[in-house]
């Protein structure tokens, strides 16, 4: 099982093409549009919302990408009147980036919270300190630890985008350890996204916690195979 | 007639039901000006449908009945901002009437003060921000100025919402699809403050 998501859209054609979309990159993950009027026109429905926030969720909980004002007022409302509301959230996102972002997060068993965050947009995070990983431990005592670390050139034909990126967050977030790329956070789809590397950059991964050097070891594995390409 | 009953709070809403319908080119076309150009469209479909609902009503619903079932018919049928905006007042509204057969002036201040904090909660909007707020939050003072006399609290509720409505032609937008268009929204009325007039109004004259 995994978080299930729902996408609220004016649009119900706006709504079935972003889960065309992120379904590509997360197709276990139970993805539901919720697009249009009940007459099929432009606007957003409460029974539609309401209907599809019960599919979607599968036991995990739902995440909710939406697009403008009232898409958020009408989920908002339908949270209202869920029976168990705490097992809802909105994801405070581009409807179509934070999409897919939150399906990755979402195939790679993240919590609601770990898809909410994926989700969310790279702008909003606070500056990150230049010398250290976004995705290390921390200030505490650990972290003096010498990152697991791996520097490779890209070179598979697309470098790092949507579908690599998608298959480095997979792969990452089945170990038990922080792994940044470049410095930020490799579980974050969107994160990687923006780095915006292409076919020949160099990428730094590091990785702290107790299966860093397997997640290294994973990661050149799947650089060196160009990423299934 | 002492206080606000079931039958009054039915002919009310049908008196909005008629001038939603009468009005709904108006409103459609200042939400054209600095919106989407639905709202007159969706509240007449949401009241059309409440107006369908009304009827399998019992005769002797209390004024919460009432504003519940206007609440949840608004929330499925209205399709735009309108629908959660209103529909949430009308449920906060019919929470705070409670069981209570009839409403005086002192029930209608908690009625209205309670819808008006609904829309506040549920839009984010502040008094300022060009949207029906500032229509609702002049009314609520209005009417809690306005002593025990529940038909003066509806005239003066009305009155001030009116007031309230045309002081947000001046102003930008912050909430809403006009918050997109910054000084262009200037010089154009706010259709949710207008309906929001509309809806007070008819309160003040529905008998």
Same mark, same amino acid.
């Given at each position: 099982m995994s978080v299930g998501l729902v996408i609220v859209s004016h649009s119900a054609r706006i709504a079935e093409g972003v889960v065309e979309l992120a379904a590509q990159m997360a197709p276990t993950v139970t993805i539901v549009a919720a697009g249009g009027t009940d007459d099929g026109g432009i606007g957003t429905s409460f029974d539609r919302v309401q209907a599809a926030l019960g599919e979607a969720d599968s036991g995990d909980g739902v995440v909710v990408l939406c697009d403008l004002g009232s898409a958020v007022l009408t989920t908002e409302t339908a949270i209202d009147f869920a029976a168990e509301p705490e097992r809802i959230r909105i994801a405070d996102a581009p409807i179509v980036e934070g999409a897919v972002a939150a399906a990755v997060a979402a195939e790679a068993g993240g919590s609601m919270d770990e898809v909410v965050a994926a989700a969310e947009p790279v702008a909003r995070e606070p500056e990150r300190r230049a010398d250290a990983p976004d995705a290390g431990p921390g200030d505490d005592a650990e972290s003096a630890a010498e990152p697991a670390r791996l520097e490779i050139v890209l070179e598979n034909e697309h470098g790092l985008h949507a579908r690599p990126a998608s298959e480095l967050v997979r792969t990452v977030s089945g170990f038990d350890a922080a792994v940044a790329v470049n410095g930020v956070d490799a579980k974050s789809m969107l994160r990687v996204l923006a780095l915006g590397l292409d076919r020949g950059s160099t990428v730094v991964f590091e990785a702290t916690g107790p299966q860093a050097a397997e997640a290294i070891d994973a990661v050149g594995a799947l650089v060196r195979e160009r990423f299934g390409e | 007639m002492s206080g606000l009953d079931g039958r009054w709070t039915r002919r009310w809403i049908e008196a909005v039901a008629a001038e939603v319908a009468r009005r709904k080119l108006e409103l459609t076309a200042l939400d054209r000006a600095i919106g989407d150009a639905d709202h007159g469209e969706n509240l007449d479909r949401g009241f059309q449908a409440v107006l369908g609902r009304l009827? %399998?009503? $019992? $005769? $002797? %619903?209390?004024p919460g009945a009432v504003l519940k079932l206007v609440a949840t018919t608004l929330i499925s049928t209205v399709g735009g901002a309108a629908g959660p905006l209103y529909g949430t007042a009308f449920l906060k509204a019919s929470m705070a009437a409670g069981d209570r057969a009839e409403l005086d002036a002192a029930g209608l201040v908690q009625v209205l003060t309670a819808a008006r904090d609904g829309i506040v909660a549920r839009g984010k909007a502040e008094p300022g921000d060009k949207t029906m707020v500032d229509a609702w939050t002049p009314a609520v003072d209005a009417a809690a100025a306005a002593g025990d006399d529940v038909r003066a609290a509806l005239e003066a509720a009305a009155a001030a919402a009116a007031e309230g409505a045309a002081a947000t032609e001046p102003l930008v937008a912050h909430k809403g699809r006009a918050s997109y268009l910054g000084e262009r929204a200037i010089g154009h009325r706010d259709p949710g403050s207008e309906s929001t007039s509309l809806m007070l109004r008819a309160a003040a004259e529905t008998r």
């Open positions: - | 009827e %399998a009503l $019992d $005769d $002797d %619903a209390t």
